[in-house]
């Protein structure tokens, strides 16, 4: 086994754990349950932790990895409501105000 990923964060590492298993890269997760022990060991050593199973996996794990940390995420561009001229995110399809759909 081969540990390809740590973070403070455990919804990230689920969530890196998950895309690796979806990729049909068998991973676990450790230390989930460390964080009671902070204080008493370093911080870093109580993150939780993604281990592939198989050490000749390791390199496409962390491939993978490294392509979805460089995707950036990218807002829609803020548009303005035909209807009503009210300035409305990027995300949303429709005015909030006056419910007119975006051209």
Do not use: H
């Not at 450790?30 to 281990?51: C, F, I, M």
């Not at 303005?80 to 007119?100: A, L, Y």
């Amino acid at each position: 086994m081969q540990r390809v990923f740590s973070s403070s964060n455990i919804a990230e590492v689920d969530f890196f754990a998950s895309l690796l298993e979806s990729s049909g890269v068998e991973c676990m997760v450790k230390n989930q349950n460390l964080t009671v022990a902070r204080g008493e060991l370093p911080p870093a050593d109580t993150w939780p932790e993604v281990w592939v199973i198989d050490n000749a996996k390791a390199q496409e794990a962390m491939d993978i990895l490294s392509q979805a940390k460089s995707m950036q995420y990218t807002a829609a561009d803020e548009w303005v409501c035909p209807g009503c001229g009210e300035k409305i995110e990027g995300q949303f399809t429709s005015c909030w105000n006056c419910g007119r759909e975006k051209d």
